[in-house]
């Protein structure tokens, strides 16, 4: 009776002598589109439109700290919104005014903060990796703007500041700009699924409410 290694050797030397030392591997005909070619305003706007055909709010403003401060603040205020948690780097950038002036309380993530923790804020405020403009996709990689993902999840209301530049046409545009090593979230609207009956069903997976500040 054959051993474990003879068995494994064996089999790998069937397959080998099936494919050959160098395999061959097909060449893939790639003849989708690879760059959309729009002009920023086109990108805008059409982010724009997507966003809201799934059903998320659009904020445009400036593209300075300022702006975007401002910006941030009145969405909270808009939603009634007394409590968020972001990445350290959002809260210094973006949330050090709204929270003294708006009587918000912000907690800067960490991993210490749980996920009952984050059950218990009403809001996260994160930046963004970039967005598609074609297919309204925004997406997450965990860095010092986006944070952790459970952050992207738990809380009811996300608030996802976008810069201009951070907008492509295409899906292949954003996949060439990604980090692959970096964990990605890409997010379509908020979060909505349907029961067996059809009906729509708001917040199940994550965010049941997508508010995108598009600075620039």
């Known amino acids: 009776m054959a051993t474990v290694g003879e068995a494994r050797t064996e089999i790998l030397r069937r397959i080998r002598s099936a494919i050959g030392e160098e395999p061959h591997v097909p060449v893939v005909p790639r003849g989708y589109r690879t760059e959309a070619g729009y002009d920023v305003d ?29 910006a941030v603040s009145g969405v909270l205020v808009e939603h009634g919104l007394t409590s968020v948690v972001a990445p350290p780097r959002v809260v210094v950038e973006w949330l050090e005014e709204p929270a003294s002036g708006q009587q918000v309380q912000v907690v800067a993530d960490d991993p210490e903060v749980s996920t009952g923790d984050l059950d218990g804020v009403a809001a996260v405020v994160t930046g963004a990796a970039l967005a598609i403009a074609e297919t309204g996709v925004i997406v ?75 600075a620039g």
């Not at 996949?175 to 199940?204: C, F, H, M």
Request: aromatic share 2%; proline share 7%.
């Open 42 to 70: 086109v990108l805008r706007e059409l982010l724009t439109e997507r966003l809201q055909d799934y059903k998320a709010q659009v904020v445009a403003c400036g593209d300075t700290r300022e702006e975007i401060s401002a």
């Open 140 to 214: 997450l990689d965990g860095d010092v703007w986006c944070g952790r993902r459970a952050i992207s999840l738990v809380p009811d209301v996300h608030v996802c500041v976008v810069r201009t530049d951070q907008v492509v046409g295409l899906p292949p545009e954003a996949v060439a700009r990604l980090d692959p090593r970096r964990p990605q979230t890409w997010v379509a609207g908020p979060s909505a699924t349907s029961d067996i009956e059809l009906d729509r069903v708001e917040g199940v997976h994550g965010p049941r409410t997508l508010v995108v500040v598009l």
